[in-house]
């Protein structure tokens, strides 16, 4: 009986979380290119710590979005350092990044039509 109100393609709380951990590695890397700790770091800085990713499950992410030709990586070696792979964002995770955002407005703006959070 209630299966005909459960569209909107079955959205639950995995998928939820790992879309938004994907934009915002994404986002991050539209900017500049960055390793997985900066990116960890950063998120965990601009959330004002709500968010925190653990490096070693970042990395995860990012072979996937690598896999997807959404970031590439590339190793850099500096004298002093220990050796870093550097990931940047591709013509193909810029689109992805942009359907990403429409999605999340289209979810926020929906949310807030159910819940009117700016309302309260």
């Known amino acids: ?15 939820l979380q790992r ?7 994404l986002a991050l890397l539209e900017e500049r290119q960055r ?4 990116i960890a770091q950063l998120i965990e800085q601009r959330s004002g710590g709500e968010i925190c990713f653990q490096v070693p499950s970042l990395y995860p992410l990012l072979y996937r979005l ?3 030709g ?4 590339r190793w850099v070696e500096k004298a002093g350092e220990r050796r870093r ?7 193909a995770g810029r689109t992805a990044l942009g359907a990403q955002r429409r999605g999340w407005n289209s979810l926020f703006e929906a ?4 819940a ?3 309302q309260a």
């Not at 959404?70 to 990586?73: R, S």
Request: proline share 0%.
């Open 111 to 114: 949310l807030d039509r159910v």
């Open 19 to 25: 879309g938004s951990a994907e934009m915002l590695v």
């Open 85 to 91: 792979r550097f990931y940047r964002l591709t013509a």
């Open 116 to 118: 009117r959070f700016r």
């Open 66 to 68: 690598e896999r997807r």
């Open 35 to 38: 390793h997985g700790y900066e």
């Open 70 to 73: 959404l970031v590439e990586g």
């Open 1 to 15: 009986m209630y299966d005909r109100y459960m569209s909107c393609d079955d959205i639950n709380a995995r998928d």
